[in-house]
C-alpha cells in the first residue's frame, strides 16, 4: 500500500492543532517551544506515515471513526477477525487522548503481576473500581471489563507492546497499573506501537478526514459522509465503530452538562468534542451519565499539563501553601480534587525526592518544560514555594516516619508508601484540579453495540472508547481509561467483523 503524508514531528506538538481544519494537508510543527508543553507524553520524536486520500475507496466492511487507542484496536481486531477495515480520523494525527495518558492501564490477575509476586484478583478490581465509581457503574460493562484486563495485556504483549513495569493509581488497593518497561508515560508508546501494527497489516488509516453523519439504510447502518481534501463523499460498510473520543475539549458541551465546570482548564486534547456523540444521538442512539464529567487532581494550570498519578503512585505526597498535608493523596480523583478546591487557595504542591524522580520517568519531561521547582534541602524547597520552613520540613520528618511504621496517622493513607521522601535534591510541582475525563456517552452493552433509548441494539453501529458511558460510573479510576479503550476496542472490533460476514 503507498502511503504518503510523512508527519515528522514531535507528537507533543501535534496536540495543537486545532479539529477538522487543515483536510488534505501536511501538517508539519509549526510552533515547538510553545506546543511541547501541551502533553505529558514524553516518546520525543514520532514519525508516522498516513494513508493517501487518493486511495479511499467507496466501500470497505467496517468504517472505524477516530484513530485513537480504541480505534486503532478495534481495527486490528477486526483486521484479524477477517473483515476489510478503514479507519477515518479527523485530526492531522492519529492517537487522540491515547496521546496524552500517563498513568498506564489498569489489569488484574495478569501474567506480569504474577511474576512480580503481585497478588491481585478479578473480584477485587471489579470490587474497587465499582467503590471508585460510587457505584453507579454499569455492572454488566464492568464485569466484561475486569474479566478481559489480563487478555488485553497479552494481546497487546503479542504485538511488541510490553507493559511490565507496575504501579499503583488511587482508589486501588495494589500494584495493577501497567507501563512500558522503563516506566515510562503509555500514551506516546502505545500509540506508537498501535499504528506500527495497523501499518503491518496494511490497514489504511486516514487523516484529516472528518467524518460528519453515520449513514442508515432501513434501519440498518450503511457507512458515513466524510468530508476529506476539501470534499463530502459516501463510503459505504455494513458497520460502523464509533471511537471518537469524549467531549473534554468542548467547552460549551461541558458546561452544558455540569455548569459549575466553566473557567477550569482542560487537559483534553483538542479533537475531543463530542462529535461521535452528537452523530449517534441523531440516530436515535440513548447516552447516558452526561453530567458525570471528571476532573483530575494534578494539572499544571498555565500550560494544561496533567501530572502524572504515576508521581503520586511512586510516593509523592500533597501539601497546601502552608506546607502541610491536607488529604490521603491516593484516594479517588473525585475526593482528592475536591480537597484542593477546599483549601483557601485552592491550589496545592506536589512534593517528592530524587528517588521519585528516578522511578516515574515522566518527571523528566516536567523538568524539561520547566514545571518544577528544586532544592538540594527540604528548607530550601519551602523557600522555593513560599512555604514555611519549618512546616514543610515537619511534614516530611512527619510522612517518613509514617513511612517506616507503615502507618499513616494523619490521613490514612494505605499505599505508595514504599519509599521514604529522603533523598535530595527534592522538587516540587504547583497543581489544581482541570477537566479530563467524560465518563458519560453513548450507552452500549457487553457486545459493545450501542442502544437505542427502547434498549435495543442499532444494526451495525458499535462504540468504544470515552465516547461511550456507564462503564466508569460517576468517577474514573486512574489506569482505567486505558484499559478501557483496548478491551472494548478489541470487542468492538471482533463484534463488527462478525456482523458483516453474517
Not at 479510576?477 to 479503550?485: E, R
Request: with cysteine; net charge negative; charged share 20%.
Amino acid at each position: 500500500m503507498k502511503k504518503i503524508f510523512s508527519n515528522l514531528l514531535l507528537l507533543s506538538s501535534l496536540l495543537l492543532v486545532t479539529a477538522c481544519g487543515n483536510a488534505g494537508q501536511t501538517t508539519n510543527s509549526t510552533s515547538s517551544a510553545s506546543s511541547d508543553k501541551t502533553t505529558d507524553t514524553t516518546s520525543g520524536a514520532s514519525e508516522q506515515q498516513y494513508t493517501d486520500p487518493a486511495e479511499l475507496k467507496d466501500t470497505y466492511d467496517v468504517i472505524i471513526v477516530g484513530a485513537g487507542g480504541a480505534g486503532m484496536a478495534a481495527a486490528i481486531q477486526a483486521k484479524e477477525s477477517g473483515a476489510n477495515p478503514v479507519i477515518l480520523e479527523k485530526m492531522p494525527i492519529a492517537g487522540g487522548n491515547t496521546l496524552k495518558s500517563s498513568a498506564g492501564m489498569n489489569a488484574s490477575e495478569t501474567k506480569f503481576q504474577a511474576e512480580q509476586g503481585i497478588e491481585d484478583s478479578n473480584q477485587a478490581f471489579f470490587d474497587e473500581t465499582l467503590k471508585g465509581g460510587a457505584e453507579t457503574n454499569d455492572q454488566e460493562l464492568l464485569r466484561y471489563f475486569v474479566d478481559h484486563s489480563a487478555s488485553a495485556i497479552d494481546w497487546l504483549d503479542s504485538m511488541g507492546i510490553k507493559l511490565d513495569n507496575i504501579t499503583i493509581t488511587g482508589g486501588m488497593s495494589t500494584q495493577r497499573t501497567h507501563r512500558p518497561s522503563d516506566g515510562s508515560s503509555i500514551g506516546g508508546y502505545l500509540v506508537d506501537g498501535l499504528i506500527s501494527n495497523v501499518h503491518e497489516r496494511e490497514i489504511p488509516l486516514f487523516v484529516n478526514a472528518d467524518v460528519v453523519k453515520i449513514n442508515e439504510t432501513d434501519g440498518k447502518i450503511s457507512g458515513v459522509q466524510v468530508k476529506i481534501e476539501g470534499e463530502e463523499k459516501t463510503i459505504k460498510a455494513d458497520a460502523v465503530i464509533v471511537t471518537t473520543g469524549g467531549f473534554g475539549a468542548n467547552m460549551e458541551m461541558v458546561v452544558a452538562n455540569k455548569p459549575e465546570l466553566a473557567g477550569f482548564v482542560t487537559t483534553n486534547q483538542a479533537g475531543s468534542t463530542g462529535d461521535g456523540i452528537t452523530m449517534i444521538e441523531a440516530l436515535g442512539g440513548q447516552t447516558v451519565d452526561l453530567d458525570k464529567i471528571q476532573i483530575h487532581p494534578t494539572v499544571e494550570q498555565e500550560t494544561s499539563l496533567l501530572i502524572t498519578e504515576a508521581v503520586r503512585g511512586e510516593g509523592a505526597i500533597l501539601v497546601s501553601q502552608a506546607g502541610t498535608r491536607f488529604y490521603n493523596e491516593m484516594d479517588t480523583r473525585d475526593k482528592v480534587s475536591q480537597a484542593i478546591i477546599a483549601l483557601p487557595e485552592q491550589y496545592a504542591y506536589l512534593i517528592f525526592d530524587a528517588g521519585v524522580k528516578e522511578r516515574a520517568k515522566a518527571i523528566d519531561f516536567y523538568v524539561k518544560e520547566g514545571l518544577t521547582v528544586e532544592s538540594e534541602t527540604i528548607e530550601g524547597l519551602a523557600n522555593e514555594i513560599g512555604a514555611s520552613e519549618a512546616d514543610l520540613k515537619a511534614t516530611l520528618d512527619t510522612w517518613n516516619q509514617a513511612v517506616t511504621a507503615q502507618d499513616d496517622t494523619e490521613f490514612g493513607r494505605a499505599t505508595a508508601m514504599d519509599n521514604r521522601l529522603d533523598k535530595g535534591p527534592f522538587y516540587a510541582i504547583k497543581i489544581a484540579p482541570g477537566i479530563h475525563h467524560t465518563m458519560g456517552g453513548v450507552k452500549i452493552n457487553t457486545l459493545t453495540e450501542v442502544q437505542n433509548k427502547a434498549n435495543e441494539s442499532i444494526p451495525g453501529l458499535y462504540a468504544a472508547g470515552e465516547v461511550t458511558g456507564g462503564l466508569h460510573g460517576s468517577n474514573r479510576i486512574g489506569g482505567n481509561a486505558v484499559a478501557d479503550i483496548i478491551i472494548f476496542g478489541r470487542q468492538a472490533g471482533e463484534q463488527a467483523a462478525t456482523f458483516v460476514k453474517k
